[in-house]
């Protein structure tokens, strides 16, 4: 399959070992802003949006987890940086584990945030497409009022989110509930996998059963788990310390490595 990658929207922070922090479906790289204070005195940070989401290009095909990887080895290459720790949250976890899979010669390191390994089972799958359907009758609000409550447990940060999801595409939101219906198990991989690795869950998690991720920690050849109190699908706004703590110790260990 060829791969025609596109040219990312993008803002850059801080200076050090690189660092590229993916945000989840239906976000944009607005999300991270709470860690980079924390993270730019350690690190190069680039903060991407993701194709079909926030000021990035919207394409009309699947987005498929390893298509999104590419666009990210592309940002790479035009960044001139050979290797760096990549960072997913939710949908971003899953591109993050495309990308180690695909390119594992580009990766020093791995954080993966409320996210996990596994396909989706039937009745999930069913559900993404149960919800493209919904997007195109219905357009994207009902969508978003929806999601805004489950992705944390925060009222105030619920209305913060809908307000970043208003800025992706029906499009984009179409073609990655596709890609994630459609992504690949990448469970069996975990193990070779060898850079390392940290994972990441609230421990009020709605979406994300915090066991999920512990064994996906589990199964990585050189991770560590952080459980994060009092945070749901958001740790890095619900959370910021906690989350930025875990990862410059990623960092430091990554770029020692």
């Known amino acids: 399959m060829e791969y025609q990658p596109v040219k990312l929207f993008y803002e850059e922070e801080g200076k050090g070992f690189p660092v590229v922090l993916l945000h989840g479906f239906p976000l944009d790289h607005t999300i991270w802003q709470p860690v980079v ?17 926030g000021r990035s290009p919207v394409t009309d095909e699947m987005y498929t987890m390893r298509l999104l990887a590419e666009d990210i080895v592309a940002l790479l290459d035009d960044l001139k940086i050979e290797r760096a720790v990549v960072v997913g949250h939710s949908m971003g976890g899953y591109v993050s584990l495309a990308f180690a899979h695909a390119f594992p010669w580009r990766l020093a390191g791995l954080g993966l945030v409320a996210t996990h390994a596994a396909s989706d089972n039937p009745e999930r799958r069913q559900g993404r497409y149960l919800m493209i359907e919904k997007i195109k009758r219905r357009g994207v609000l009902p ?41 690949t198990d990448m469970t069996q991989e975990l193990s070779s996998m060898d850079v390392p690795a940290v994972v990441i869950a609230g421990k009020e998690d709605p979406i994300l059963p915090v066991e999920k991720a512990r064994t996906t920690a589990q199964l990585l050849s050189k991770a560590w788990f952080v459980e994060v109190p009092q945070a749901g699908h ?3 706004l619900e959370a910021p310390r906690d989350v930025a703590a875990a990862l410059l110790q990623l960092i430091e260990v990554a770029s020692n490595t």
């Open 37 to 53: 204070p924390e993270l730019a005195s350690k690190a190069r940070l680039i903060l991407p949006d993701l194709r079909g989401h």
């Open 143 to 183: 969508l978003i009022k929806d999601m805004g409550t489950k992705l944390t447990i925060n009222p105030e940060l619920a209305n913060q989110l809908e307000s970043i999801m208003m800025n992706t595409s029906p499009t984009g939101m179409i073609n990655s509930l596709k890609g994630m219906a459609e992504r």
């Open 234 to 236: 958001m740790p890095m």
